[in-house]
């Protein structure tokens, strides 16, 4: 039915992640054969000496015969941090570079990089 031709396989299915200067995009994509796998690509901003930017870019590609180990170890390697280190982050604020970093990052992320962990102590529920 379709008449896109070979730009249909780079959209079969797709997701996109915003985490501060990275973007992670998930792509479903197919092989020669019709079957599919996924790659991950990680896209990192970089601002230049002139205030333009650049990207850069890293792939990995993730096979059918992989996924069940790759989401057990991933499970394990999160798990495992969340249950060391909590899931507050932990602030580089006493580095001499965060504020440099820090103000590179897109405003949408603002209110969340300044939450310490005492302001989530002293929130009210009942009043949200």
Do not use: C, W
Request: net charge negative; hydrophobic share 25%.
């Amino acid at each position: 039915m379709n008449n896109n031709g070979m730009m249909e396989k780079e959209e079969i299915f797709s997701k996109v992640l915003r985490a501060g200067r990275r973007t992670y995009f998930f792509d479903v994509r197919a092989t020669k054969a019709e079957d599919y796998y996924l790659t991950i690509t990680e896209s990192k901003k970089f601002t230049n000496d002139d205030g333009s930017f650049h990207y850069k870019k890293h792939k990995i590609y993730i096979y059918k015969e992989d996924f069940s180990e790759f989401r057990e170890i991933l499970a394990e390697m999160t798990d495992y941090i969340i249950r060391e280190k909590g899931d507050e982050v932990i602030s580089e604020r006493h580095q001499k570079d965060f504020k440099k970093e820090y103000n590179d990052k897109p405003s949408e992320n603002t209110e969340e990089e300044i939450k310490t962990p005492e302001s989530f102590t002293d929130i009210d529920f009942d009043d949200i």
